[in-house]
């Protein structure tokens, strides 16, 4: 529960900060160069996409290894409830 709050407490931390730098932040842009193709954009907007765009890497690279515990623990459950069967049995 501590560890849960910590990180509540640090999430509330990052956004107030990401909030305050968008109050102070707001109406400037800054600009993209990739090759010929050049894009301009609200320096705000390239924060908050750069933090969804990291949140979804995070999800997508943690995906396999949840999944992979998931069906771990589908088998450990399959194999408890047999050998109780078994032992029930005798």
């Known amino acids: 529960m501590n560890r849960r709050r910590a990180a ?3 999430a509330l ?3 107030a900060v990401l909030f305050l730098f968008a ?11 990739f090759g010929l193709w ?3 954009v609200d320096a705000i907007i390239a924060v908050y996409t750069g933090v969804g765009l990291g949140l979804l890497a995070m999800f997508l ?10 069906a771990e623990n589908a088998r450990l459950a399959r194999r ?8 029930g049995g005798d």
């Open 61 to 70: 690279l943690g995906l396999p290894g949840d999944l992979a515990a998931r």
């Open 23 to 33: 109050l102070y932040n707001r109406g400037q842009a800054i600009a993209f160069t």
């Open 38 to 40: 050049r894009w301009q």
């Open 8 to 10: 509540l407490g640090l």
């Open 13 to 15: 931390i990052a956004f």
């Open 80 to 87: 408890v409830r047999q050998l109780e069967r078994e032992r």
